[in-house]
């Protein structure tokens, strides 16, 4: 995907309890970009704040769908997010 400028991601949690001891991460999603010479983020996809309101699921890089919910950046972000990121050449928050 060309996107021709710059991009915003955002790092969130996947919030699911799944077994327990399921290893938790950030996950990346990318809810849209702000093409070059312009403020005006193009939205792709269901936004995370929209997510945690209505209770629509997100889509993460690596595929990962689920619903958002609190406390963002407590995990380490997910390696295949950071993977499908960097492949993409997209700039990673907080890093
Ligand atoms: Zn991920």
């Keep these: 995907m060309e996107t021709d400028g710059s991009t915003l991601i955002q790092p969130i949690v996947e919030n699911q309890l799944?077994?327990?001891?399921?290893?938790?991460?950030?996950?990346?999603?990318?809810?849209?970009?702000?093409?070059?010479?312009?403020?005006?983020?193009?939205?792709?996809?269901?936004?995370?704040?929209e997510g945690m309101i209505n209770g629509?699921?997100?889509?993460?890089?690596?595929?990962?769908?689920?619903?958002?919910?609190?406390?963002?950046?407590?995990?380490?972000?997910c390696p295949t997010c950071i993977e499908v990121a960097e492949s993409k050449g997209w700039k990673i928050p907080g890093r």
């Design 56 to 77: 629509t699921a997100v889509k993460a890089l690596c595929g990962k769908l689920w619903v958002p919910g609190r406390d963002p950046g407590k995990y380490p972000i």
């Design 18 to 49: 799944d077994d327990g001891n399921h290893e938790r991460f950030s996950h990346i999603v990318l809810e849209g970009f702000t093409p070059k010479g312009s403020e005006e983020l193009i939205p792709v996809g269901n936004s995370v704040v």
